[in-house]
Each structure stands twice: as C-alpha cells, then as structure tokens.
C-alpha cells in the first residue's frame, strides 16, 4: 500500500523484495516459506478527509483490517508472520492482528522517525507517521478500533531505535509517557551493541512477544536510498545486521515487518536488497 502517504510507489515495494530473493534467502536457512501474496489493496482518489486532517482514512482502514485478520490467522497456525511493505502505516494492522496472541506484547520500532503522530499533531495528515501511535490507542477511531479498540501495546512496551526527526507533539507524548527511545545520539554514545543488548534485556523480561518494526528509513540513505522520507545521520548497513543478528541470537522476535521501500526511487534495487540481507541475519544467516 502507498496510500498512508503522498509519494507514490512504495506499493512496489513487495514486488522489489520477492525480485530481491527473499523467499529464497530465508528458505536457504531451512524455514518452511508460505507466499501468501499480496493483499488487494483498494484504489480511491488520494485525498485528505479535512474533518479529521487524515488521508486516505477508509482505505488505509480497511486494509488494515484485512492484513489484522491474516496477521491473526497466520499466528492462529503457530507461524511466524512476516510482513512486506508498502508504507508504514500497514503497521496498525500488524500489530492489531498480532496483540491478542501475546501477554504485554512488545515493540521495537526501528525507524527514523516516532511516527507517534495523531490527526491533531500530524502536519501532514498522512497516517503513515501516526502507526505507532494508533497502536498505542491514541487517534481516530476507525484505526484505533481495529481488531477491537483497546491498545494493542503499552508506551512502556516500545522501545525506539534510531529516531532522529521527531515532531514536537511526537516529543511531548515520549517524556510524558516515559517511552523508551534511542536516537542517532545515544546509538553513537553507547554504541549499536549496548544498545540493543539494553532493548533485548528490558523487553524479554516483560513482554510475552515482540514485534520487530523495521522501516529501511531507519538506515541512513547511503544505504537505503529508496524511501520515501530519507534523513541523513542514520544507523548503517554493519549495525543494522548486528541488530538484527543480536535479535535472532535472543530469540524474542514473534513477528515482523520491512516497509517502506520504493523502487521508484532506488539505486538498481539497493534498498531491496538490503531489506533482504536484514531478514537474512534476523533469521539467523551467519558467516559461520
């Protein structure tokens, strides 16, 4: 889906990763691989619905409702589901379909940005920069009320990492709440291995399952230059595998998602191929 924000060809992005070789990558680690396909995705006129300042409210709403529902069937299997994007605000129905698996389900939110924004705060109005926060319970009810409205995860279940443009209503809610976040700062101060080692200890103690939310902007546009919202000073390609290998190495990881990668603005499908290196080494790839 692209409709969670206003540049077009992030729906693409599936099709980028499959050419990538994902199915392949991770089948050669000895998992048992499903291709469900993509989900239809209706197309409406873009345009902003003013009374609430949230694009593409109905559609974005009912996709998310239907990948809620493979979400839930998929782990209802005792599979593993893992998620292709698209824009980041397929991020509501993954976590609706995936919280009432889990006790105390937990979050990590890998990305540049809070995306903790609300139709009152967003300056845009693309619900692309508000997931979180609709699986947090805060914004319109139709997202908010997906798979059932109470919040799908706590604020001290999410632990954010990499963030380096927040918005000022994004910032309120992170010290009011008392949110766990690690910017580009403590990143360069405590270093990547600290870092996660402090996310993976604080969310295996109290959280049943773990979401890993992965958007390629969290990596800095030398390595991923095929997002939609690319912000300089971000994590690179060696820390982001060592995350990832340190994620499989914990075993905490019951769900994920790759999202937003574009191809129409991608060097020779560079982002792709990151995106499925990553899904390699969370899954388990090691040199040896």
């Not at 409709?3 to 050669?28: F, K, W």
């Not at 999410?158 to 690690?182: L, T």
Request: hydrophobic share 40%; with cysteine.
């Amino acid at each position: 889906m692209d409709l969670g924000q206003n540049r077009r060809g992030v729906d693409m992005g599936p099709s980028a990763i499959r050419y990538a070789g994902v199915l392949e990558r991770i089948r050669a680690l000895g998992y048992d691989i499903e291709d469900k396909g993509d989900l239809r995705v209706k197309k409406e006129s873009p345009g902003k619905e003013d009374v609430y300042n949230l694009s593409n409210l109905h559609v974005v709403t009912e996709t998310n409702k239907t990948l809620a529902n493979t979400v839930s069937s998929i782990l209802e299997e005792g599979r593993f589901p893992l998620v292709l994007g698209g824009d980041h605000s397929i991020a509501i129905g993954t976590i609706a379909g995936t919280a009432g698996h889990f006790e105390n389900l937990g979050v990590i939110w890998y990305d540049a940005h809070g995306d903790l924004n609300t139709a009152e705060t967003s300056p845009s109005g693309n619900i692309h920069g508000m997931p979180l926060a609709v699986s947090l319970g805060l914004g319109h009810a139709a997202l908010t009320g997906i798979n059932g409205s109470l919040p799908k995860v706590k604020p001290e279940n999410v632990v954010i990492i990499g963030a380096r443009e927040i918005d000022k209503g994004e910032k309120d809610y992170i010290h009011q709440s008392g949110m766990n976040v690690y910017t580009m700062h403590e990143v360069d101060r405590l270093g990547m291995p600290e870092v996660m080692k402090q996310a993976i200890d604080y969310l295996k103690g109290r959280c049943g399952g773990v979401h890993l939310s992965l958007d390629l902007d969290g990596l800095d546009p030398h390595d991923a230059p095929g997002v939609g919202t690319p912000i300089l000073g971000g994590l690179n390609y060696r820390e982001s595998h060592l995350a990832m290998e340190m994620l499989a190495e914990s075993d905490i990881i019951t769900s994920a998602e790759f999202v937003e990668v574009n191809p129409i603005l991608d060097e020779k499908n560079k982002t792709a191929e990151v995106a499925v290196a990553l899904m390699g080494s969370l899954f388990g790839e090691k040199l040896k």
